[in-house]
């Protein structure tokens, strides 16, 4: 609802330059990715119902308080905010999908879990763009009540998962996963993804603006891409699951992200760009699911919220990177007059990142 409104908003309506936008965004995602070790850890320790519940609180205010900034600094401070809040639920929430789940229906859950969010983003950012004709400060507010709600549904309805009789030794555990060779390298590929994946919420939602001529086409870009999600999501990991393992499908996810990316940068019309957007999307749901399926696969689950959270760290750097560069890339490219530029770069780092996880281990050596 809120978040792919954002570049858009604080670019055309503020008049911050997209190099701006594109720190505080990369504030946000690197906060957010970079302290989940410390969640992760919390959760080890004092389990994950509590910190989900602190954390979801914390984003609810950080989405109240961007209604009011006005300026840069305002901007940073709000998504701060926000980014503090996603790092005490992220690896939590993570951390208690592989506790409920296992190796035979985690994929399912993933698959399920993300055809809940793709339903979600379908709507959401149509009640962004419905909302933002009354006033930004709707759309913060309605998603900050989304969190606070959210409070409810898991102090109400999430299991109690008690945290360990005997606390583990959190930095120790933070040696364990830094010192796992095979994890820390599916960490470091994923940077690359991530630095590619982002630009959905920053470069793409302003490419959109552009070709369109308007806020619609945001909205209309987000919708498809979560309706695909909706109607792709259960029925093609179901076909592909059986014939292809967890490691092979992200591959295919992320080279499919890499041509749409690639291909951007040569579309002169909106049509050509929903093309773009669909076959980028459909990667996306091939990627989402493998990568968080091969991430649990991947982790020692004596340490598992810290390993969730030590994960993270790729889409703190890959993301926190890709919404620098991204907003650097666009505007040097409109500068320069070199429209290709940020789409090839983007898809360069995709297609170095597949072949990597071409050569990934599948899952831990003593499973």
Same mark, same amino acid.
């Given at each position: 609802?809120?978040? &792919?409104?954002?570049?858009?908003?604080?670019?055309?309506?503020?008049?911050?330059?997209?190099?701006?936008?594109?720190?505080?965004?990369?504030? *946000?995602?690197?906060?957010?990715?970079?302290?989940?070790?410390?969640?992760?850890?919390?959760?080890?320790?004092?389990?994950? /119902?509590? #910190?989900?519940?602190?954390?979801?609180?914390? *984003?609810?205010?950080? !989405?109240?308080?961007?209604?009011?900034?006005?300026?840069?600094?305002?901007?940073?401070?709000?998504? =701060?905010?926000?980014?503090?809040?996603?790092?005490?639920?992220?690896?939590?929430?993570?951390?208690?999908?592989? =506790?409920?789940?296992?190796?035979?229906?985690?994929?399912?859950?993933? =698959?399920?879990?993300?055809?809940? @969010?793709?339903?979600?983003?379908?709507?959401? &950012?149509?009640?962004?763009?419905?909302? %933002?004709?009354?006033?930004?400060?709707?759309?913060?507010?309605? =998603?900050?009540?989304?969190?606070?709600?959210?409070?409810?549904?898991?102090?109400?309805?999430?299991?109690?998962?008690?945290?360990?009789? /005997?606390?583990?030794?959190?930095?120790?555990?933070?040696?364990?996963?830094?010192?796992?060779?095979?994890? #820390?390298?599916?960490?470091?590929?994923?940077?690359?993804?991530?630095?590619?994946?982002?630009?959905?919420? %920053?470069?793409?939602?302003?490419?959109?603006?552009?070709?369109?001529?308007?806020?619609?086409?945001?909205?209309? #870009? !987000?919708? %498809?891409?979560?309706?695909?999600?909706?109607? $792709?999501?259960?029925?093609?990991?179901?076909?592909?699951?059986?014939?292809?393992?967890?490691?092979?499908?992200?591959?295919?996810?992320? $080279?499919?992200?890499?041509?749409?990316?690639?291909?951007?940068?040569?579309?002169?019309?909106?049509?050509? !760009? $929903?093309?773009?957007?669909?076959? !980028?999307?459909?990667?996306?749901? $091939?990627? *989402?699911?493998?990568?968080?399926?091969?991430?649990?696969?991947?982790?020692? /689950?004596?340490?598992?919220?810290?390993?969730?959270?030590?994960? @993270?760290?790729?889409?703190?750097?890959?993301?926190?990177?890709?919404?620098?560069?991204?907003?650097?890339?666009?505007?040097?490219?409109?500068?320069?007059?070199?429209?290709?530029?940020?789409?090839?770069?983007?898809? @360069? %780092?995709?297609?170095?990142?597949?072949?990597?996880?071409?050569?990934?281990?599948?899952? *831990?050596?003593?499973?």
């Amino acid at each position: 609802m809120l978040m &792919p409104l954002v570049a858009v908003h604080f670019v055309k309506n503020v008049g911050l330059g997209v190099a701006a936008v594109g720190l505080a965004l990369a504030l *946000r995602q690197v906060m957010q990715q970079g302290l989940a070790i410390g969640g992760g850890m919390l959760a080890d320790r004092y389990g994950v /119902k509590t #910190m989900m519940c602190i954390g979801v609180l914390l *984003r609810a205010v950080g !989405f109240s308080a961007l209604a009011f900034a006005g300026d840069l600094p305002l901007l940073l401070v709000a998504m =701060a905010l926000s980014a503090l809040g996603g790092a005490l639920f992220e690896a939590p929430y993570q951390a208690a999908i592989a =506790a409920l789940t296992d190796e035979d229906d985690r994929p399912r859950y993933y =698959a399920l879990s993300n055809w809940v @969010s793709g339903v979600a983003t379908t709507v959401g &950012p149509l009640i962004g763009v419905a909302l %933002l004709r009354f006033d930004f400060q709707w759309v913060c507010h309605a =998603a900050a009540a989304c969190f606070a709600l959210n409070f409810l549904i898991v102090w109400r309805g999430l299991p109690a998962l008690p945290a360990p009789a /005997k606390p583990p030794s959190m930095l120790g555990n933070v040696a364990i996963a830094v010192r796992d060779r095979p994890f #820390m390298q599916l960490v470091l590929l994923l940077m690359l993804y991530w630095c590619m994946a982002v630009q959905l919420n %920053l470069s793409f939602p302003l490419l959109a603006e552009r070709l369109s001529g308007g806020m619609d086409g945001v909205g209309i #870009m !987000f919708a %498809l891409s979560a309706a695909l999600t909706v109607v $792709l999501q259960v029925p093609l990991l179901r076909v592909l699951t059986p014939r292809m393992t967890p490691g092979r499908i992200l591959v295919a996810g992320v $080279l499919l992200m890499s041509a749409s990316t690639a291909v951007l940068g040569f579309v002169g019309g909106f049509a050509g !760009f $929903l093309a773009c957007i669909a076959l !980028f999307s459909i990667g996306a749901i $091939l990627t *989402r699911p493998t990568q968080q399926t091969l991430i649990a696969s991947l982790s020692n /689950k004596a340490a598992l919220g810290t390993y969730l959270g030590v994960s @993270s760290i790729s889409l703190a750097i890959g993301g926190g990177v890709g919404n620098v560069a991204g907003g650097w890339l666009v505007d040097l490219a409109a500068a320069r007059d070199w429209p290709h530029l940020p789409w090839l770069v983007f898809a @360069s %780092l995709g297609v170095l990142c597949a072949l990597g996880l071409w050569r990934q281990p599948q899952s *831990r050596p003593d499973t």
